[in-house]
């Protein structure tokens, strides 16, 4: 199965590279093409192309859960998909987000992956120009790659937490 991580976020904007350092930490640990980057709009549908499944990691920041909550999240497919998720006012692609265009997408974009998966670390804020991560977020990177490889790599040959130093 040709797997892509996709690490998005910009390593000079502080937490904001959250997903940039948890594909990079991911890379360490499973057999997986990984892209990081600051991508965004249609060109992270153009990443996604070709794969077999994706794991997108990516830093939020909408101040409902405290900062370094992992949360998962997968694209609906097939019926599920409704066009009303590409964004909040309707105004097409300029107001569409990643749930929005990952719906789209996989609606109408037959080279995606047909297995989606989106893991968000709660930033603490991300426009803080700078580099290294609060240390919550720095904290939920490491739930988040043992959490990812438990999903989805367990018994394929990846290394346990701990086993990679031995």
């Known amino acids: 199965m040709k797997t892509l991580i996709l690490g998005i976020g910009n390593p000079i904007m502080r937490d904001d590279a959250a997903g940039v350092v948890a594909a990079q930490r991911l890379a360490q640990r499973i057999p997986a093409e990984v892209v990081t980057g600051a991508a965004s709009g249609l060109a992270v549908l153009d990443q996604l192309s070709g794969y077999d499944r994706a794991i997108i990691v990516d830093a939020t920041h909408t ?42 997408g996989t609606r109408t974009l037959p080279d995606l992956p047909t297995d989606i998966v989106v893991y968000t670390i709660e930033a603490t804020e991300l426009s803080t120009l700078g580099e290294g991560l609060s240390a919550a977020v720095e904290e939920g990177i490491a739930r988040l790659v043992d959490r990812v490889v ?17």
């Open 63 to 104: 101040g409902q859960d405290a900062p370094g909550t992992v949360r998962r999240w997968e694209p609906p497919s097939g019926a599920e998909a409704e066009p009303a998720a590409m964004g909040p006012g309707g105004g097409g692609a300029h107001e569409v987000g990643l749930p929005g265009l990952l719906t789209w």
């Open 150 to 166: 438990q999903d989805h790599f367990a018994g394929h040959g990846t290394t346990a937490p701990n086993e990679a130093a031995q």
